[in-house]
């Protein structure tokens, strides 16, 4: 005799199916039994489906349409999951201002940057933070030990990236190994904070480590389907990445976080 699956389990499946599509996914989830049993437990508490990634920063002063391409972009795959089920989506943009203040970045550039997004954002619904608060909190709540080094395989990749974007202290390959050691402490402040989200990344697989381990990852497109460019990265003119851009939120210097931690 078939046994026939419960009710929450199919609509799971049917959940998942809505963005675990190619028209968002840049490649196979690393964890697809991780993925399902996220949307599922959610389901399950009829609960919205809750994302979480790391927003960056990059040359720009302010947000373009580049960033407003992704926001939306984020948008449209959230609808894609209320279509299907009720509660649908919740995003929660981490703004790593850790990494920007590592990169060598001015402080009030920094701010000025993420709370233009942080305004962007509101208006499609979606929540931010800080990084630094969340490791702040992080680490009164479970005070951690001990640093971990990169392999020399993930340090080539990060000493590349390192190349076009590190403006602190020191060479890029001791910029590139600091980066990765704070990336090991964030990754455990964003899972104790998010422990029921599922963590977006426009990186692929080959960063996996650099991930909350706890979390299942949905590999995805940035701004459309087959771009995974990251939109802070991006030029306002093609000719120069130093083309400073008309601002479409016009930044405070101040950023409101909203933690969103379900």
């Not at 046994?3 to 499946?13: G, V």
């Not at 599509?21 to 697809?32: G, H, I, L, V």
């Not at 996220?38 to 349409?65: M, P, T």
């Not at 101040?254 to 379900?262: G, K, T, V, W």
Request: include cysteine; glycine fraction near 6%.
């Amino acid at each position: 005799m078939r046994i026939r699956p419960r009710a929450e389990s199919i609509t799971a499946a049917r959940v998942l199916q809505s963005f675990n599509t190619w028209a968002y996914k840049r490649e196979q989830p690393s964890e697809p039994d991780l993925l399902f049993h996220s949307v599922a437990s959610a389901v399950a508490r009829h609960d919205s489906i809750n994302f979480v990634l790391y927003w960056g920063k990059g040359l720009r002063q302010a947000i373009s349409e580049a960033e407003l391409a992704c926001l939306d972009y984020l948008s449209q795959m959230s609808r894609r999951i209320e279509a299907v089920y009720s509660p649908g989506a919740a995003f929660t943009l981490i703004m790593t201002d850790t990494h920007a203040a590592h990169n060598g970045h001015p402080k009030a550039s920094v701010l000025g940057y993420f709370d233009g997004v942080a305004n962007a954002a509101s208006d499609y619904g979606f929540s931010t933070c800080l990084l630094s608060e969340l490791v702040g909190i992080a680490d009164k709540v479970h005070p951690q030990s001990g640093t971990r080094e990169p392999g020399p395989e993930i340090l080539a990749s990060l000493e590349r990236c390192a190349q076009k974007w590190y403006r602190g202290d020191g060479s890029v390959t001791s910029g590139a190994a600091i980066y990765y050691r704070m990336n090991m402490s964030e990754k455990r402040a964003v899972e104790l904070m998010f422990p029921t989200s599922i963590f977006v990344t426009f990186n692929g697989r080959e960063y996996r480590e650099m991930f909350p381990p706890s979390l299942p990852v949905f590999y995805m497109y940035s701004m459309r389907k087959g771009n995974s460019n990251k939109p802070w990265f991006e030029p306002c003119d093609a000719q120069a990445a130093t083309t400073p851009c008309k601002p479409l939120h016009e930044p405070a210097i101040q950023l409101s976080c909203i933690s969103s931690a379900r």
